[in-house]
């Protein structure tokens, strides 16, 4: 309970709104459900334990999940990347710039190279989405019976 007091508090604390940054491991009221916590921690676990042993086994799905689609979104990030990083050569490059800077400077092979990576990433990226919503269903459905 500790830690997740802290977790929670922290983009308070520094005034960030993290709404959309977990949708899938949030209850429909925005809570977050504490009991099995709570009995952890009066048994005697540590907050360490009680993450690993109780709160991550019940995140997991949803912390997989929002990794993958970060993953997805950093992937197809062009124009955000470029105008905050600066785009400096060399040091703020990721493979969407890449790309750009390659076509830019006719080099058609790498950056069809590059490209074709990009977009055997992206299908990768479907392919494990749909495998997690399969296993996320058949989770929810075994919980049903």
Same mark, same amino acid.
């Given at each position: 309970?500790?830690?997740?007091?802290?977790?929670?508090?922290?983009?308070?604390?520094?005034?960030?709104? $993290? &709404?959309?940054?977990?949708?899938? +491991?949030?209850?429909?009221?925005? %809570?977050? /459900?504490?009991?099995? !916590?709570?009995?952890?921690?009066?048994?005697?676990?540590?907050?360490?334990?009680?993450?690993?042993?109780?709160?991550?086994?019940?995140?997991?799905?949803?912390?997989?999940?929002?990794?993958?689609?970060?993953?997805?979104?950093?992937?197809?990030?062009?124009?955000? $990347? &470029?105008?905050?990083?600066?785009? +400096?050569?060399?040091?703020?490059? %990721?493979? /969407?710039?890449?790309? !750009?800077?390659?076509?830019?400077?006719?080099?058609?092979?790498?950056?069809?190279?590059?490209?074709?990576?990009?977009?055997?990433?992206?299908?990768?990226?479907?392919?494990?989405?749909?495998?997690?919503?399969?296993?996320?269903?058949?989770?929810?459905?075994?919980?049903?019976?």
């Amino acid at each position: 309970m500790a830690l997740l007091s802290f977790v929670d508090s922290t983009p308070r604390a520094y005034r960030l709104k $993290v &709404s959309n940054a977990a949708p899938s +491991i949030s209850t429909s009221d925005g %809570t977050f /459900p504490t009991q099995e !916590e709570e009995a952890a921690i009066s048994l005697g676990a540590s907050g360490v334990q009680t993450f690993f042993r109780v709160t991550l086994p019940n995140i997991k799905w949803g912390v997989l999940y929002g990794v993958l689609l970060c993953n997805a979104r950093a992937m197809g990030e062009f124009g955000a $990347v &470029s105008v905050v990083s600066g785009h +400096i050569r060399g040091e703020t490059n %990721t493979m /969407p710039l890449l790309v !750009e800077i390659l076509y830019d400077e006719y080099q058609f092979v790498a950056a069809f190279a590059i490209a074709s990576l990009l977009a055997m990433l992206a299908l990768i990226t479907l392919i494990a989405k749909t495998i997690l919503e399969r296993q996320l269903d058949e989770g929810e459905a075994s919980r049903d019976h």
